[in-house]
């Protein structure tokens, strides 16, 4: 197993660094680079181009696009006519985006290496900073939604497995589906709508993790708040998350029903309680268990980011969407640097987790 796991650990430089050479091959064809957001900043285009996508018709669209585009044509840049080009030299520097691609590349990753992050292009912070800051609250709502997932998940695949085909599993079912068809941000919608002020009722709050007055609250209101505001975020992602899980949970404990140790448990004449949770129990929640951190991650990676839109919740969701918008290339790469290695860290932590639960488990045996 060590074998295994220090080969899996080598592998995570190249892959590491996969990961990122696409990402800023992608990111380096996209219009509109941290250079144009700050020459719409002073040429007061910025807005312009948002009113512009909101109204008027196609032509006018399509006249105000060429404009912008092509009436310059000794710059580069959409909408820098009329800036003196020694300003916009200037800009590039401060973004470093007058050094070729390869060269940023290059320097980008010798600066990950030593987890050197850089500042962020607009927030005037170090960008380890910003993420230290956000991450508990990205952190807290992966663990609470996972935790309540694996609650919920693991109880009802194991009813669902003992009564497997009766009028409950088929409901059950039913039910679960139509939970996991719809995508959490819609549901996200339609709670805010009920729940949040909307139209019908205003019982929790629609923006942030914690009341105004927080700080003034005792240690019990504190708690109490802080699960007020993280209910409606936390259903949301609930709903659409734990259909998976019971699926493998049911299927897990049906396969290992009809082993044959549990027949000759039942044979010695254990009660169907006994076979259940002291036998079956251990070997059916193998996979569930060791799927923890993959789980974790994949919860952090897909729900986490439209729920803190939504939601207004201040975590790395939040922070990368807005990076995207504004081009913040050091906060979108290290964002995206931290979840990769993160998640990669995660299925190694996985697997071992199969062997330690499972012995018999081996991954070097089976290469």
């Known amino acids: 197993m060590g074998t295994y796991l220090l080969r899996r ?80 030299k200037e800009i590039e520097i401060m973004y470093g985006m007058d050094k070729p691609a390869s060269e940023r590349f290059i320097k980008m990753l010798k600066d990950y290496l030593t987890f050197n992050f850089g500042e962020s292009f607009f927030r005037d912070q ?78 929790f709050p629609l923006r942030g993790l914690f009341s105004e007055n927080f700080s003034e609250l005792s240690f019990i209101a504190q708690v109490k708040d802080y699960f007020w505001h993280l209910t409606l975020p936390l259903i949301a992602m609930i709903v659409s998350g734990f259909a998976g899980l019971t699926f493998l949970t049911k299927n897990s404990f049906l396969d290992q029903i009809n082993q044959q140790y ?3 448990a039942r044979a010695k004449g254990l009660t169907e309680k006994k076979v259940l949770y002291g036998h079956i129990f251990r070997n059916a929640m193998l996979i569930v268990i060791a799927g923890f951190p993959s789980a974790f991650i994949g919860i952090l990676f897909s729900s986490s980011l439209f729920i803190e839109v939504i939601f207004s919740l201040d975590g790395l969701g939040l922070l990368g969407y807005e990076a995207a918008l504004t081009r913040d290339y050091p906060v979108i790469f290290a964002t995206l640097y931290f979840f990769s290695l993160l998640g990669l860290v995660m299925g190694i932590i996985g697997d071992f987790m199969y062997s330690v639960i499972d012995p018999r488990i081996d991954f070097e045996s089976r290469e």
Do not use: C, H
């Open 9 to 88: 650990m080598l592998l995570i430089i190249p892959t590491l660094f996969g990961i990122m050479l696409i990402n800023f091959a992608i990111i380096q064809i996209v219009p509109g680079g941290p250079v144009e957001q700050m020459i719409a900043e002073m040429t007061g285009t910025a807005v312009e181009s948002t009113a512009r996508f909101s109204g008027g018709d196609e032509g006018e669209l399509s006249a105000s696009f060429e404009t912008d585009s092509f009436s310059n044509n000794e710059s580069k840049y959409r909408g820098a006519q009329g800036l003196d080009p020694d300003i916009i």
């Open 126 to 203: 170090k960008v380890t900073s910003l993420v230290l800051d956000k991450m508990p609250v990205s952190i807290s709502l992966g663990l609470w939604t996972t935790l309540l997932v694996y609650l919920i998940s693991i109880p009802l695949g194991i009813r669902k497995a003992v009564k497997d085909g009766s009028q409950f599993d088929i409901v059950s079912s039913t039910i679960v589906t139509i939970g996991y068809a719809i995508p959490n941000f819609l549901f996200a919608v339609i709670l805010i709508v009920f729940f949040a002020g909307g139209r019908f009722y205003d019982i």
């Open 262 to 264: 549990v027949m000759t």
